[in-house]
C-alpha cells in the first residue's frame, strides 16, 4: 500500500508538472501572439436548456480564443431585467446581455447604456453582409444600431395534437377566431378533465389583441395610448377572466407557480394549448418528450395582428472596457454554423441566410415546425411596432398589475380598463 501512494504520489506529481508546463505554454502562445488576456461578463435568461447550450457555445468560443474567459450570468425572465437595473445603477452592467425588443432595449437606450455597433460594422469586426435589413433593424433605436438580433421569432399558440383528437377536437387552423378558441378550450376540459389552455397572459396577447382590431399599444411618437375606445381591454379583460372563472383556463395561484418552460401545463400534460413564442417550442418539447405544433393566435384578422420579431438582441454596454472583445464574440454567433449545431433554433431562426439555408436540409422534427412556422408569418403578418416609450416596461408592469386585480375579482373590467389608461397617463407624463 505503501508503495502504491508512493507511486500515485509521483504521478500526480509528474501530471501537475505536466498541467502546470502546459499552462505556461498557452499563456506564452497567448503572449507570443500578443494578444492581451481579456475577461468578458455575459448574461442571458431563458430555460435551463437555453443556459446548457449558451454555456457549451462559450466553451467553444474559449476554445479558439485563449486569451478570453467568459463569465457567465444567467437567470430566469422573473428577475432578469430587476437585476440589471440594479447593475446599471451601479454602473457594472455586463460586458455583453441579452435584451429584449421594445421596452427595454428602449428603455436602456434612452438612458444611453448600450454601446452604437454601426462603427464594428464598419471596420469589420462584425459581419451582417449575410442578413437582412428588415431584421438588422429591429435592433435600432434613434438612428443606431443598439442590438444584434440571436434570431427571428413569432407569437405563436402551441398545441399537443394528440390530446386534442383523443377528445374529438377538430385541429385549429390559421384562421380560426377567439369564438372558435373558446370552443376548442370548452371541449377540451370538458373531455379530457384538464385546462383547454394555458394563461392568455396579459402584455403580448393584448398588444396582438389591439393590432388585429387596427390599433396599436402605443401611439405613433409613444407619448399616449394608441387606441381611444376603453372597451377593448374591456373586452379583453371579460373574454380571459369568464375562462378563468369557469376553469377552463388556470388563475393566477396556478400560473404564479411555474418558474420555467419546464413547469408549463401544456408540458405535463395539464393543457392541450399554450400561448407561447416559437423560438420556446423547441425547450418545450425537450421538456415534454413530445412535439407540439404551432399555429397563429386566434383572430378575425391574425394577419393584420400577427408580426415577426427579434426572438432576442445581444447588446453590448457603453460602460464595458472591452467592446471590441465583445462585438467579436457577437460576430461568432451571428456567422458561425457551429454555434446553431449546437443551439439549433432555441433562441429563435437564424438570422444570417446562409446558415438558415445549411440548417433547413437537415432539421428536426420540431425545428423543421418552427422555420416552417416562420416563414408562414414572414408571408402572413405585418410590421412590428417600433414605437415603445421608454417607461413601455412601466407600462406593462401597470398592465399586469391591474389584470392581477381583475382577475381576482377585486374590480371589473370596466374599473381595469379605466385604472390602466390613468396609470398609462401618469406615467408617460399626461402627454
Known amino acids: 500500500m505503501k508503495k502504491s501512494n508512493g507511486l500515485f504520489m509521483v504521478s500526480g ?152 383528437e383523443e377528445a374529438g377536437i377538430a385541429l385549429p387552423t390559421n384562421d380560426w377566431t377567439w369564438d372558435d ?42 407619448t399616449a395610448l394608441g387606441y381611444d375606445d376603453d372597451q377593448l381591454l374591456v373586452d379583453y379583460f371579460t373574454f380571459n377572466k369568464d375562462l378563468v372563472d369557469a376553469g377552463v383556463i388556470p388563475g393566477l395561484d396556478v400560473t404564479n407557480q411555474i418558474q420555467g418552460l419546464e413547469d408549463e401545463l401544456i408540458v405535463h400534460k395539464k393543457s392541450p394549448i399554450a400561448f407561447v413564442h416559437s423560438n420556446q417550442i423547441l425547450a418545450l418539447s425537450n421538456a415534454g418528450v413530445y412535439s407540439f405544433d404551432l399555429n ?32 467579436k464574440f457577437i460576430d461568432y454567433f451571428v456567422n458561425e454554423q457551429e454555434v446553431y449545431n449546437i443551439s439549433g433554433s432555441e433562441r429563435g431562426v437564424p438570422i444570417n441566410n446562409e446558415i438558415r439555408e445549411t440548417m433547413r436540409a437537415n432539421l428536426s422534427e420540431v425545428e423543421a415546425k418552427i422555420f416552417d412556422y416562420i416563414e408562414y408569418l414572414t408571408e402572413n403578418s405585418s410590421p412590428i411596432d417600433t414605437n415603445f416609450p421608454s417607461e413601455a416596461s412601466e407600462i406593462f408592469n401597470a398592465l399586469e398589475q391591474v389584470d392581477e386585480r381583475v382577475m381576482y375579482g377585486q374590480i371589473t373590467p370596466e374599473e381595469g380598463a379605466t385604472e390602466f389608461r390613468a396609470d398609462s397617463e401618469r406615467i408617460l407624463g399626461g402627454n
Not at 396579459?202 to 405613433?220: A, D, I, M, S
Open 296 to 327: 397563429v393566435l386566434p383572430g378575425e384578422n391574425s394577419e393584420r395582428g400577427m408580426y415577426l420579431k427579434p426572438s432576442m438582441l445581444w447588446s453590448v454596454s457603453e460602460n464595458s472596457t472591452q467592446k471590441e472583445e465583445a462585438v
Open 181 to 222: 378558441f373558446k370552443e376548442i378550450a370548452e371541449q377540451a376540459h370538458a373531455e379530457l378533465d384538464i385546462y383547454g389552455s394555458g394563461s392568455l397572459g396579459t402584455g403580448n396577447t393584448f398588444e396582438y389583441y389591439l393590432r388585429e382590431n387596427g390599433y396599436t399599444l402605443f401611439n405613433q411618437d409613444g
Open 13 to 164: 506529481v509528474a501530471i501537475a508538472l505536466i498541467l502546470t508546463g502546459c499552462q505556461e505554454k498557452a499563456t506564452s502562445e497567448v503572449e507570443d501572439d500578443g494578444m492581451e488576456e481579456v475577461t468578458l461578463r455575459m448574461s442571458w435568461w431563458g430555460s435551463q436548456s437555453r443556459n446548457d447550450l449558451t454555456l457549451e457555445i462559450i466553451e467553444k468560443y474559449e476554445e479558439q480564443n485563449p486569451h478570453v474567459t467568459i463569465k457567465p450570468e444567467f437567470t430566469g425572465w422573473d428577475g432578469y431585467f430587476e437585476r440589471m437595473a440594479a447593475q446599471a445603477a451601479g454602473n457594472n452592467l455586463p460586458d455583453i446581455m441579452q435584451q429584449n425588443f421594445g421596452e427595454y432595449l428602449n428603455l436602456y437606450a434612452s438612458q444611453g447604456l448600450l454601446t452604437d455597433l454601426s462603427t464594428f460594422i464598419e471596420d469589420g469586426t462584425l459581419d451582417v453582409s449575410q442578413v437582412e435589413d428588415d431584421i438588422l433593424q429591429t435592433g435600432e433605436k434613434d438612428g443606431k444600431l443598439l442590438g444584434i438580433p440571436t434570431g427571428t421569432n413569432g407569437l405563436t399558440v402551441a398545441y399537443n395534437k394528440q390530446l386534442l
